[in-house]
């Protein structure tokens, strides 16, 4: 079946792409789930999105050649950077910021696709994901964007990880607690413009949070929730590959539904673990 | 003499109108063991957050090991268990092992990783609190009592001179309570580390403590709790603004 995926330029970018952001997706989303930001990945698809519109606004109307892409990763970026002043401004609502954010990225995303002459198949490409849209530069991009995500999480990982437990603790502790949340969220804007093209606006924050959402159940401690929620990214992403290319449908859809199987089947094993370890104890 | 771990000199705090702490004057020397008690709303978590730094007094004079509070550098002398230790997120994946990790992340500094020597102390600290045989179990599976003592750990493993510990026996039951202040009291003597436990818990503490402190706007009372013991309900109810029937325990 994989046959295929390694006989084809366009199959394999889309692999490896896949297999890069199977394992960033989870890894940095470990740490979204455990802080109570899932919903933060959804706010900032939507303004990646209207990046995105606006790249193919530009290319539309003036012939300016910017990569939606690219325009995609800015946006996302720079959308993360508001979501942190919002989050300052309202204290007591720090949640307030993610409808502002989500709404905005969807209010320009209208403006731009429409002054662009509406729906193409490039912008349905984006929204649910593609199997053959991966280009090789998109690849060479993503690569570099999973080398830098990877060494940063791993440089800072005990900053992070301690600001995710216990926030006052690691302020009481000296740890620079804003300057590492600042570089965890803009981490988290480049995991995200860099799955789209795969997964696509509309699911991407689910291959952040449904793989995590499953490992969390069953692991015991963090580095065992990132690794298995990264071994249940890659599964998804691969058999939303496969489907997706076999079924000519967007991968985006399988790579939710497997995530969700596995999800369901870490719930079940969960609960008969847990009913025979009460039975033992009664017996 | 002997630098105080902690001085405060006529230390005043107020949110917005309405003042919290008025003039307090509180020192603490090396080796004590010093309750501070009062009633809810006294302004002891006001006091622990300007010793923490995470507050800034705006008349007054705090100095933490002789250096004043602005200025001070080495955190890591000190170590913190909050109130909110027992309310964090249940659901975390995190062992013991790594909870108590965090307590090494400032020290181990930035751009360095753990070491060997780093793992030992951790397992060092677990032990001291007598967790050993939990250490690699999710802290949410573990009882209130329990998981308030990984939080020991963590403040222990950096090997802190001053511990300061804030309400830490809320939603502990009172078996483990008195196993609690029986391992503080332990370290406090076997160790040399200074404590400072703020509690309103104030039978169980004049048993442990070396020093009693009381604490409502101001400091009404510091003295051993002897003597805490001798004052009579008059001058509680003066302190607490209400009658108190203190329950006290014998030694």
Aim: glycine share 8%; aromatic share 10%.
């Amino acid at each position: 079946m994989l046959s295929s995926f390694l006989q084809y330029e366009f199959l394999r970018n889309a692999l490896y792409t896949g297999l890069l952001i199977g394992f960033i997706g989870p890894l940095l989303g470990t740490f979204v789930v455990v802080r109570r930001l899932s919903l933060i990945a959804d706010a900032l698809s939507h303004v990646t999105l209207s990046g995105i519109a606006f790249g193919l606004m530009l290319d539309k109307k003036f012939g300016v050649g910017i990569s939606p892409f690219y325009a995609g990763m800015s946006f996302s970026v720079i959308g993360s950077v508001f979501i942190e002043q919002l989050r300052r401004v309202y204290k007591a609502y720090q949640e307030l910021a993610i409808p502002i954010i989500l709404s905005g990225g969807v209010g320009l995303s209208v403006i731009f696709i429409s002054l662009a002459d509406g729906f193409n198949t490039d912008l349905f490409n984006y929204l649910f994901g593609s199997v053959t849209a991966v280009s090789r530069q998109d690849l060479w991009t993503i690569l570099i964007v999973a080398v830098l995500v990877t060494s940063l999480i791993a440089l800072f990982y005990k900053e992070l990880f301690m600001l995710s437990f216990d926030e006052e603790h690691a302020v009481v502790s000296g740890i620079h607690a804003r300057r590492i949340h600042f570089l965890f969220i803009v981490l988290t804007a480049l995991v995200i413009a860099a799955s789209i093209r795969i997964v696509g606006v509309l699911l991407v924050s689910a291959l952040m949070t449904l793989p995590v959402a499953a490992s969390i159940r069953i692991a015991r401690g963090f580095k065992q929730a990132i690794l298995l929620s990264i071994v249940f990214g890659e599964v998804s992403v691969i058999s939303g590959l496969i489907f997706g290319y076999y079924f000519e449908i967007p991968p985006g859809g399988t790579i939710v539904v497997t995530s969700i199987l596995i999800l369901l089947v870490t719930i079940f094993v969960k609960q008969v673990i847990q009913r025979t370890r009460t039975k033992r104890v009664k017996t | 003499m002997t630098t105080p771990v902690l001085s405060i000199e006529n230390v005043s705090y107020s949110y917005e109108q309405k003042e919290v702490l008025e003039h307090i004057d509180f020192t603490i020397q090396p080796g004590s063991f010093v309750g501070l008690v009062g009633p809810n709303g006294s302004g002891k978590t006001t006091l622990i957050k300007l010793i923490l730094g995470l507050l800034h007094q705006k008349r007054g004079d705090i100095r933490l090991f002789g250096k004043p509070i602005d200025k001070f550098k080495e955190w890591d002398r000190i170590g913190f268990v909050s109130q909110k230790a027992n309310s964090f997120n249940s659901g975390f994946p995190a062992t013991v092992y790594e909870v108590v990790s965090m307590g090494l992340t400032s020290k181990v500094g930035y751009f360095r990783f753990f070491k060997k020597k780093h793992e030992e102390k951790i397992k060092e600290a677990v032990h001291l609190v007598g967790m050993s045989d939990y250490i690699h179990q999710n802290i949410g599976d573990l009882s209130g009592g329990q998981q308030q003592r990984i939080f020991i750990a963590r403040a222990l493993v950096s090997e802190p001179e001053f511990l300061i510990l804030d309400e830490p026996t809320v939603g502990v039951d009172t078996e483990n309570v008195h196993r609690f202040y029986k391992m503080l009291r332990d370290l406090n003597k076997n160790k040399g580390i200074t404590l400072l436990l703020v509690t309103h818990d104030i039978g169980t503490m004049t048993a442990y403590a070396s020093d009693i402190a009381c604490l409502n706007k101001q400091i009404h009372f510091h003295g051993d709790p002897e003597s805490f013991n001798d004052l009579n309900d008059q001058d509680l109810s003066n302190i607490y603004g209400h009658p108190v029937n203190a329950v006290t325990h014998d030694h």
